[in-house]
T-cell receptor, first 114, second 114 residues
Framework: GNSVTQMEGPVTLSEEAFLTINCTYT??????LFWYVQYPGEGLQLLLK?????DKGSNKGFEATYRKETTSFHLEKGSVQVSDSAVYFC?????????????FGGGTRLMVKP | DTGVSQDPRHKITKRGQNVTFRCDPI?????LYWYRQTLGQGPEFLTY????????KSRLLSDRFSAERPKGSFSTLEIQRTEQGDSAMYLC????????????FGPGTRLLVL
């Protein structure tokens, strides 16, 4: 079946440090890939997505590239801010019965210190 | 565009009681999804509607769970005879016709079963 594996957290960084959160997936076919972010006390927000191999999704300084050969979709940001502290979820979407069900990883908590 | 809304935001109930949650999707989004998120985990798919038709149900959805979307707008999720294991965050998401793989999440309903 489909699955998503993320690096376990928490990840603790100082402000302006470089961020990488690893995500790998197992899926049949060619799923779309997503990163969602959950700030404390809030719901999931779509951060970025990529729908086919070699696509790069980007938003708010974050980016991730859909790597079919390594089945990966690692999240990166060149310089993190305290406001980026949140839980980040990698997910894949598979089409089934006319719907797109999301399969999520376990989440990675990021803590950015000033 | 007011986003996906859910009601109530929090619910505490005693084991054995029935509870019902409501989700109002973004206007004109034809697809609506329910997910469950337990503490420290990623969300897990429960069920999905296209307009008023329930097209897919996860095996996680026991016969104590029922969901409806009677007019293809809002949806309700009912849990009968609640158990302590039902304690979780229940998330609703909707997606538009033109960007079907992208889901927009509500803030969730946090259920605690005592």
């Amino acid at each position: 079946g489909n699955s998503v594996t993320q690096m376990e957290g928490p990840v603790t960084l100082s402000e302006e440090a470089f961020l990488t959160i690893n995500c790998t997936y197992t899926a049949t076919g060619y799923p779309s890939l997503f990163w969602y972010v959950q700030y404390p006390g809030e719901g999931l927000q779509l951060l970025l997505k990529a729908t086919k191999a070699d696509d790069k999704g980007s938003n708010k300084g974050f980016e991730a590239t859909y790597r079919k050969e390594t089945t990966s979709f690692h999240l990166e940001k060149g310089s993190v801010q305290v406001s980026d502290s949140a839980v980040y979820f990698c997910a894949l979407s598979r089409m089934y019965n006319a719907g797109n069900m999301l399969t999520f990883g376990g989440g990675t908590r990021l803590m950015v210190k000033p | 565009d007011t986003g996906v809304s859910q009601d109530p935001r929090h619910k505490i109930t005693k084991r054995g009681q029935n509870v019902t949650f409501r989700c109002d999707p973004i206007s004109e989004h034809n697809r609506l999804y329910w997910y469950r998120q337990t503490l420290g985990q990623g969300p897990e798919f429960l069920t999905y509607f296209q307009n008023e038709a329930q097209l897919e149900k996860s095996r996680l959805l026991s016969d104590r769970f029922s969901a409806e979307r009677p007019k293809g707008s809002f949806s309700t999720l009912e849990i009968q005879r609640t158990e302590q294991g039902d304690s979780a965050m229940y998330l609703c998401a909707s997606s538009p016709k033109k960007i079907q793989e992208t889901q927009y999440f509500g803030p969730g309903t946090r259920l605690l079963v005592l």
